[in-house]
């Protein structure tokens, strides 16, 4: 329980921290630490060098925009989930946030770092794949952003390359009319989710359902986005084809057995969950 010899560095800004990743073997980008201590302290992780970037006050920042919630690299899950402006204009953020582990992780750990570490049980991936977010990376060569789609790669594997930076996430805010939530079945709250999903409705003027999608979290080596429009458009939310959602995301996702569940619970799970979950942002 105790992690490999390393070398600790903390840089001043940005720039420094980028000269540190380029010029460096083997480091890896200290944040929150929530998800990298643990994986040094068991040997999965071995780096050579850590970059403290908790401090950087480049990094300490959510702008909340037309576009959506921008959050910097060194907000912590508790600090959005206690922002007002970026909740209001995200409300997807929140509801999701509160499942992130315990209070205790959600004091350190940070929301770019959790999406940087890419656990295919992470909420966060879930809500910025469902929004269709980006991700901004930096290096020496300059910055580039990269879509939620192109950015989940694998199992706790990111298109973030080993001399880059994740410096902010964007999560887009819905359109007018949508509304959206954020469910989980674990065996204890805080535990991974044997099964979660996120869920954005389009509601149309006379209060029936437009269009409807589903994030799922625990099903693949990376969030799964479904849409489930045609079974749910134009229908009252309390009409809902519970059956049928249920028979369609059950027959798209594809999860596999573990020590928490079996594949064919999950799977049950991720029908179930489709409903609640759509049901519950409708009204």
Request: glycine share 10%; proline share 4%; net charge negative.
């Amino acid at each position: 329980m105790k992690p490999a010899p390393f070398e600790y560095h903390r840089p001043a800004d940005v720039a420094e921290a980028l000269d540190m990743l380029a010029g460096l073997e083997e480091a890896k980008v200290l944040a929150g630490g929530q998800s990298l201590v643990p994986l040094m302290n068991f040997r999965l992780a071995t780096p050579a060098h850590l970059v403290d970037i908790s401090r950087l006050a480049e990094l300490r920042h959510v702008d909340v925009t037309e576009r959506g919630v921008v959050v910097g690299a060194s907000i912590t899950h508790a600090e959005l989930m206690g922002h007002e402006a970026a909740n209001e204009a995200c409300p997807l953020l929140g509801r999701a946030l509160r499942f992130v582990a315990h209070e205790v992780v959600r004091n350190r750990g940070t929301t770019c770092g959790s999406l940087a570490h890419a656990d295919p049980s992470g909420e966060l991936t879930a809500v910025l794949a469902l929004l269709g977010g980006e991700v901004t990376l930096a290096s020496q060569s300059g910055e580039r952003t990269v879509g939620a789609a192109d950015f989940f790669v694998g199992y706790l594997q990111s298109a973030c390359g080993d001399e880059e930076l994740v410096t902010s996430a964007l999560f887009p805010r819905l359109g007018e009319g949508s509304r959206s939530t954020f469910v989980e079945v674990a065996r204890r709250h805080g535990d991974y989710a044997m099964c979660g999903a996120a869920a954005a409705v389009e509601v149309a003027g006379d209060g029936t359902i437009a269009a409807a999608r589903l994030a799922y979290i625990s099903m693949a080596p990376g969030p799964v986005v479904i849409d489930v429009g045609e079974v749910v458009q134009g229908r009252a939310p309390a009409d809902v084809d519970l059956a049928g959602m249920y028979d369609l995301v059950s027959s798209v996702v594809d999860p596999r057995d573990d020590i928490h569940a079996s594949a064919n619970y999950r799977r049950h799970l991720a029908g179930v969950l489709a409903g609640r979950a759509i049901t519950e942002a409708a009204a």
